[in-house]
Structures are given as C-alpha cells and as structure tokens.
T-cell receptor, first 112, second 114 residues
Framework: SQELEQSPQSLIVQEGKNLTINCTSS?????LYWYKQKYGEGLIFLMM?????EEKSHEKITAKLDEKKQQSSLHITASQPSHAGIYLC????????????FGKGTKLSVKP | DAGVIQSPRHEVTEMGQEVTLRCKPI?????LFWYRQTMMRGLELLIY????????DSGMPEDRFSAKMPNASFSTLKIQPSEPRDSAVYFC????????????FGPGTRLLVL
C-alpha cells in the first residue's frame, strides 16, 4: 500500500525566515494535496498538484511536484505567525472515487 | 456556502455508550469521507461514500463502527458500544469530481470516551 513520509516532523523558525517541508511517496503520485490544520480545527485545502514538475503558488506558499512524481515540497517565504500549524500532504490512494492517504504531518511554529 | 458541517463538535461519553456523529456535506458534492485522527496514527480514512453508496469501508476498525448516508445531504457515523481507544477527532469531508477530487473538511468532532 502507498505510504507518505513527511519531513521534518516539526519545525520552529523565526518570523521572516524561509522554510521547506517535504513529502515523499513510496509510489508514483497521481494527485498530491497539501492541507494546513490548526489545533482543534479541520483541514484547510492549500493546493493540489498532478503533473510532474508542476509548481503552484498561493500568497507566500509554493508547492512543487518533482518530475518523477514521487516527492513534493512546500516552501514558505518570509514566514509569519499566521503560517503556524500542521501541514499535511495527501495523495490519491488508488481508489476510483478519490480517497486520500495522508502523511503524519509537519508541525510548524513561527516565533515572533 | 456553509462548508461541511459536523455535530457535535465535542462529545464526552462513558465506555459502553452509543455515540452518533453527524455530517452534512457541501451541497452538490457527491462523495463523502469519514476520517479519524489520533496522535499515534495520524489521519486515517474510515469509510467513503459516492452518490450515497458506501464504496470502501476497509478502514472501519471493527463491527462496533457503522456509517450510513440516507441521502445526499446527511451522513452518520455510529460507535456502539464505545471504548476508550475510540477517543479521537473524527472528520467528515466531501468532494465532487469536477473539483479535481479536492476534499473539503469539516471542523471535526472531538470524542472522548471515559
């Protein structure tokens, strides 16, 4: 079965610094989703990547899917306290109806 | 749109009691997913429905868990009898194919079984 490994597990950065979170799959990715979760809340959809080499940006967050479609990275530029939370990557699990498998998440703390 | 609605937001019950979690998907979405999140295991898919029909329930832990979707706007997840190890946050999510399978999550139900 497909597994997603995220690194690092947790990250503490100073406000204003850049950071990168990685998501590696044991199998080829046919759809890679990035979500953000704040404590006690649901998951907020950030971006979806499907094509090898694809890159998408939203405000100061950029996500990339490598050419081989087995690894994705999420990069935050000039981090702010509002970026703090848990970032999860999810991938289509192979079911025809779009069920997702998730990584364990990366906990990001931003120090003001 | 109100987004995915879940109730209750918090539930505290005693071992052996029946627990029912409720979900209202986003109008027009035809797929609905139930997930469980714990510190140890992360986010796990329990069951998902497409057009109100259960497609894959292989993630349901055991017979104590059951899920129904009587119509396109309502789903329940029932645990009977509940056990302390069922304590977790339970999320409901919905999606529609034209949206690229992007799932939109509800706020979750935080369940504590004493």
């Amino acid at each position: 079965s497909q597994e997603l490994e995220q690194s690092p597990q947790s990250l503490i950065v100073q406000e204003g610094k850049n950071l990168t979170i990685n998501c590696t799959s044991s199998k080829t990715l046919y759809g890679l989703y990035w979500y953000k979760q704040k404590y006690g809340e649901g998951l907020i959809f950030l971006m979806m990547l499907q094509k090898g080499g694809e890159e998408k940006s939203h405000e100061k967050i950029t996500a990339k899917l490598d050419e081989k479609k087995q690894q994705s990275s999420l990069h935050i530029t000039a981090s702010q306290p509002s970026h703090a939370g848990i970032y999860l990557c999810g991938a289509l699990g192979g079911g025809s109806q779009g069920n997702l498998i998730f990584g364990k998440g990366t906990k990001l703390s931003v120090k003001p | 749109d109100a987004g995915v609605i879940q109730s209750p937001r918090h539930e505290v019950t005693e071992m052996g009691q029946e627990v029912t979690l409720r979900c209202k998907p986003i109008s027009g979405h035809n797929s609905l997913f139930w997930y469980r999140q714990t510190m140890m295991r992360g986010l796990e898919l329990l069951i998902y429905f497409n057009n109100n029909v259960p497609i894959d329930d292989s993630g349901m832990p055991e017979d104590r868990f059951s899920a129904k979707m009587p119509n396109a706007s309502f789903s329940t997840l029932k645990i009977q009898p509940s056990e302390p190890r069922d304590s977790a946050v339970y999320f409901c999510a919905s999606s529609f194919p034209a949206g690229g399978e992007t799932q939109y999550f509800g706020p979750g139900t935080r369940l504590l079984v004493l």
